[in-house]
């Protein structure tokens, strides 16, 4: 995690443009995907993880993860079968590779991102924050001029019947390079090892509004989460610098190895709380392909992240 930041400016337009589709500051949670769960696990490699990237945790035999789903939206009350508010929802991983030393991946259940830098996701916020309040042809100017973001508002977002049912992408690219100095560029999925499963919204309105919490205590209860992670390998002709661009599925991927949860944890305790993922992955073997929203989203992510912090008394790095 950087101690200062690449553009403060962007990173505090940003926040300012999510506090106000949040309704405003929620003291000690984020300003995006504030409702969340935390859960404990391990990572294990699969063999064709360190053949992509010298990273440790491609060949070490198994890392601790710490791992946390979440709703859509700033809101800490959103309720989990609200189809229109819930998502996309977020997945992140902190991969524990030492005494301060990680990396993570962050990512969220939408194949893609609305715009390809800091300062349109700025534009786009601020004309949905504008239809929010009544000017609905804000918003219809951006996403006319944004085909991307035309595509990402009109993507499906289902809500899944559990967080362990659903699967993510992570947002930007990143450049593996192996032992033998190799790179390939790719893209991180990931994917329940027991399948994907949707509700309806007919059914979702059935669900109770903390529903796939509770139900993700539940699965714990009686068996671990698993979790596939793959990489999308880029081809010559795909763009690794615009998050905004969904490759086709026909592109290679290829095995990087299982998360397996274990349980539940109290995302209030303090080594837990003040955890700030970050979207760069800071760790030798896998680092940013270029795209201006890795930057971008790690100032946002360390901004909020230490305004969180200091609201919960843990300000401390």
């Not at 996403?143 to 508002?153: D, I, Q």
């Amino acid at each position: 995690m950087p101690a200062t930041f690449v553009n403060p400016t962007l990173a505090k337009d940003l926040l300012d443009v999510l506090d106000v589709l949040a309704g405003g500051v929620h003291a000690g949670f984020r300003p995006a995907h504030a409702k969340g769960a935390m859960c404990t696990g391990t990572f294990t490699p699969a063999p064709e993880a360190p053949r992509l990237t010298r990273a440790p945790h491609a060949s070490l035999p198994s890392t601790p993860v710490t791992v946390r789903f979440s709703d859509g939206t700033g809101l800490p009350t959103i309720p989990d079968n609200d189809p229109a508010r819930s998502g996309p929802r977020g997945f992140a991983v902190r991969f524990h590779l030492g005494e301060h030393v990680h990396t993570d991946i962050i990512a969220h259940s939408a194949n893609g991102f609305p715009v390809r830098t800091g300062e349109e996701f700025v534009g786009f916020l601020r004309a949905a924050a504008a239809a929010g309040a009544g000017k609905p042809e804000a918003l219809g100017a951006f996403l006319a001029s944004h085909p991307s973001a035309k595509r990402f508002v009109e993507l499906p977002k289902p809500i899944p019947t559990s967080f362990g049912r659903e699967a993510v992408f992570a947002i930007t690219s990143f450049k593996f390079t192996n032992a033998d100095g190799v790179s390939r560029h790719g893209r991180f999925r990931i994917r329940p090892a027991s399948g994907t499963a949707y509700l309806s919204n007919e059914e979702a309105a059935t669900r109770s509004a903390m529903f796939l919490f509770d139900e993700l205590t539940e699965r714990l209860a009686h068996e671990p989460v698993r979790l596939g992670v793959f990489v999308q390998l880029a081809s010559a002709e795909d763009d690794v610098t615009n998050a905004s661009a969904v490759w086709p599925e026909s592109r290679t991927e290829v095995a990087f190895g299982m998360i397996v949860l274990t349980a539940r944890v109290d995302d209030q305790e303090p080594e837990h709380r003040k955890i700030i993922f970050d979207p760069d992955p800071r760790v030798d073997g896998v680092e940013s392909s270029g795209d201006p929203l890795t930057q971008a989203r790690s100032d946002i992510y360390l901004m909020s992240g230490r305004r969180r912090r200091s609201a919960l008394g843990d300000d401390k790095r």
